[in-house]
């Protein structure tokens, strides 16, 4: 992240979704999308519109040759995470899903965000690609429908960790040197493992305004998250400095143990829940 973005997500943050400067005025939002080649999240802020439900983002890169590398990542995972300010000057976060629209509906959109704003005209008229207009729609947890569909994904997802981390392990513990290919892996798995939770830290927000009752718990994982990402950083530079397998396998064998135990909080809480049944504490 530049240094430019990076004071304007803070200076958005901090006041409500207004900033100052270049942007003053602008109704900007913050999109995060998670890495296509690193599983990690990128926040970048951007102007949008509203259009009925649905919130537009043009990526125009200041009329670049190239799209926005936000571009690239929600065209690989379309669930992304936006923040709004709100009219009582707090930030409102929230998951979506982002659409990138096409044909007249596209050219439609765009002349009538350039007749608004003759910057995007500019835009496009500087570079020979076409500038994508995507289209964010809030992701509805209100339908117990939708409640049972996240439930069965979590718990896929984490089976899907729980094994890939045990192939780690598994390759750790017949490895007396850590080569090429399975230090890949295991920043593989350390990569889709940042895109899980920050996927789930995107519709924790709305859960808690679902289920009150969850607003403990919620508060518990959010925390764990911060746990096991520091976890997972230390993991990633060990990886990236020769360290002995041992130390390897126990910083792994540290990190499965506090997924686990994780796992196995988030499941007894959220999935009794998201369908219905009776939640046990833990």
């Not at 970048?44 to 125009?60: M, Q």
């Amino acid at each position: 992240m530049s240094d430019f973005n990076a004071r304007v997500i803070e200076e958005f943050r901090a006041n409500g979704g207004r900033v100052g400067g270049m942007f003053e005025g602008a109704q900007l939002l913050l999109l995060t999308t998670t890495g296509a080649r690193s599983g990690r999240p990128h926040t970048n802020p951007t102007v949008y519109v509203r259009d009925g439900a649905r919130l537009l983002v043009f990526a125009s890169n200041a009329g670049g040759p190239k799209h926005p590398a936000w571009f690239h990542n929600l065209s690989a995972d379309a669930h992304v995470t936006v923040e709004l300010g709100t009219p009582e000057g707090s930030v409102e976060r929230f998951p979506a899903t982002a659409v990138v629209t096409e044909g007249a509906e596209r050219d439609r959109l765009y002349a009538e965000q350039a007749a608004r704003d003759p910057a995007f005209g500019a835009y496009q008229d500087g570079t020979d690609r076409v500038i994508p207009v995507v289209a964010l729609h809030r992701v509805d947890l209100s339908d117990p429908a939708r409640h049972r569909a996240i439930a069965a994904h979590l718990t896929k997802v984490h089976d899907e960790l729980r094994a890939e981390l045990a192939a780690v392990r598994e390759g750790l513990g017949a490895s007396r040197t850590i080569g090429r290919q399975l230090a890949r892996h295991c920043l593989s798995f350390c990569g889709a493992l940042h895109a899980h939770h920050h996927n789930e830290d995107g519709v924790f927000d709305l859960l808690e305004r679902q289920f009150p009752d969850l607003s403990d718990a919620l508060d518990r994982m959010r925390r764990e998250h911060e746990v096991v990402a520091r976890t997972v950083e230390e993991l990633e530079a060990l990886l990236t400095s020769d360290a002995a397998p041992d130390t390897l396998r126990a910083e792994v064998d540290r990190l499965a143990a506090r997924l686990e135990e994780h796992f196995a909080y988030e499941e007894t809480q959220l999935v009794p829940a998201l369908t219905g049944e009776e939640r046990r504490a833990r």
